[in-house]
């Protein structure tokens, strides 16, 4: 509806402001896509939401735990330890699992120890007792039930 002024200027007036609306409109949507609904591509997505997946968020060499807690972190183990642990920690832990700490001496597979793990987080540990065989170059792969590897942990074992 145009409302004409006494001067005859109303109905310019009127067209001035609606291209003003108009123009703050489509400002609105170009800048603001967000706000005016989904996009056809989010509409017909049928893939679920993803999953949470399994998470190592610690993974450390030590001598010992108390109270599940490690201590005497390291990197360097003398052989008089007499063991080592390899610690490791998820979070989350989605749904009941197992990881692997694969043991490695020298390059060479040594052992291979299956951990069972249970949501909603997770820390567990294995262990070696140490020989006068076992000085050298070590590393722990933690690897989940597929093999892929979700962390490594290297140490050295000396006098």
Sequence with gaps: MYVESRDGTGQLIMKFKVRILLLFLLLWFVLFPHSYGHSAEEKNSSAPP?????????AIMCEGLKERVPYNQGVVFPLAAGRVYCYSEFDPVPKKTAIYHNWY?????????????????????????????????WRV???DQEGV???????????
């Design 50 to 58: 993803n999953p949470q997946k399994l998470a190592l968020v610690k």
């Design 141 to 143: 792969e933690i690897t």
């Design 149 to 159: 590897v979700l962390g490594i942990v290297r140490f050295s074992i000396t006098d």
């Design 105 to 137: 001496y020298r390059g060479k597979l040594s052992t291979r120890v299956k951990l069972n793990l249970q949501p909603p987080r997770w820390a567990t540990y294995s262990t070696i007792n140490l020989e006068e065989t076992d000085k050298g170059p």
